[in-house]
């Protein structure tokens, strides 16, 4: 009939009583697991274990489907979840069959080290140089002026090296440059958080986000995952093409109009609700950088680089 449906699903832990569990013949639990297994594949606005988690999650659906009636915000929120579910396989040798295994299962949430300088500027000019994202004529304003360049250059002579907690970093700070080797982790630590942001968001079920360890990732923020290879070819072709601009058209295998997905988006940049995460800063080749200019403004800054 094409109305909406708000779909609430029993989760696997949900306590079902002895009397009833053997009062369901096969056939009937059979049923049951089909049935299942069908709105599963339509939009899931939460699972609950208790019945004052069904009423919570039912009464912040209602009043989120008001503010989005055609249902855009959800559309996008679980295209997200399923690119980011399972692991990326490629690269992987796999020998005798394809093997799809969760992200969220297998994923081991790394720390990182920071470096840090002993003069806050020089701090953050060094982040910015590091991170790749200071360009050669602020490089020479860094180094103009009295003793400009030979500070700078002590600045890396006297660094010092903190461990960092991923977790805590994403919790405590609004701009963060991820560091790391190729197959270090970065695109899977992005692809993580989308998952659990988005799940977040559209399911409710929590006013912060949390995995499956434990780890605390702050304040549950609208994600929005940006592959910036992909703006960069389109901005060689279209010159004056603003990264707000772009973005709708980066998520066209969401069953929305575009116009419907740019305000759901535009949106959440807006209210300052969302968790911007752009992937592949380092693999931009803009000579002039403006790909990578026009996705990101860092003012602060703190820059990590993965490890063990």
Same mark, same amino acid.
Request: glycine share 6%.
């Given at each position: +009939? ?25 056939? =009937?639990?059979?049923?049951?697991? !089909?049935?299942?297994?069908?709105? @599963? ?27 989005? /009636?055609?249902?855009? !915000?959800?559309?996008?929120?679980? #295209? ?5 579910? #399972?692991?990326?396989?490629? @690269?992987? &040798? ?24 002993? =003069?806050? +500027?020089?701090?953050?000019? &060094? ?18 002026? /009295? =003793? ?19 977790? !805590? ?6 701009? %963060? ?5 190729? @197959? ?5 630590? +992005? *692809? ?24 605390? #990732? ?5 994600? %929005? ?18 990264? *707000? ?11 929305? /109009? ?33 790909? *990578? ?16």
């Amino acid at each position: +009939m094409n109305k909406p449906r708000l779909v609430f699903v029993a989760a696997d832990s949900f306590p079902i009583t002895l009397g009833l569990h053997y009062a369901l013949s096969q056939e =009937d639990k059979d049923k049951a697991k !089909q049935f299942r297994q069908r709105v @599963g594949t339509e939009r899931i606005w939460g699972t609950f274990t208790t019945a004052d988690e069904l009423a919570a999650q039912v009464s912040r659906a209602l009043a989120n489907w008001k503010q989005d /009636p055609k249902g855009t !915000q959800v559309k996008y929120l679980t #295209y997200l979840i399923d690119r980011n579910t #399972y692991l990326d396989p490629r @690269g992987i &040798m796999q020998t005798v069959r394809s093997v799809s295994l969760k992200l969220d299962e297998v994923h081991v949430l790394l720390t990182a080290e920071r470096e840090i300088a002993k =003069d806050p +500027m020089l701090d953050k000019r &060094m982040l910015r140089l590091r991170a790749g994202l200071a360009f050669e004529e602020e490089l020479d304003e860094e180094l103009a002026g /009295p =003793d400009g360049g030979l500070a700078f250059v002590r600045s890396f002579q006297e660094l010092r090296s903190e461990r960092v907690d991923l977790a !805590q970093a994403v919790r405590d700070h609004s701009r %963060i440059v991820v560091l790391g080797d190729p @197959g270090a982790g970065k695109t899977t630590l +992005m *692809r993580f958080l989308a998952l659990h942001f988005a799940h977040a968001v559209r399911d409710a079920v929590a006013t912060v986000v949390r995995d499956k360890d434990g780890n605390e #990732y702050g304040e549950a923020r609208f994600p %929005i995952f940006i592959r910036i290879a992909e703006y960069a070819d389109a901005l060689a072709k279209h010159r004056s093409l603003s990264l *707000r601009e772009f973005l709708p058209h980066l998520f066209g295998n969401v069953e929305a /109009p575009v116009d419907e997905i740019a305000k759901v988006l535009h949106s959440a940049l807006k209210q300052g609700q969302a968790l911007v995460l752009l992937d592949g800063l380092d693999d931009i080749a803009s000579p002039d950088g403006s790909a *990578r200019t026009a996705a990101l403004d860092l003012g602060q800054v703190d820059a990590l680089r993965l490890g063990q």
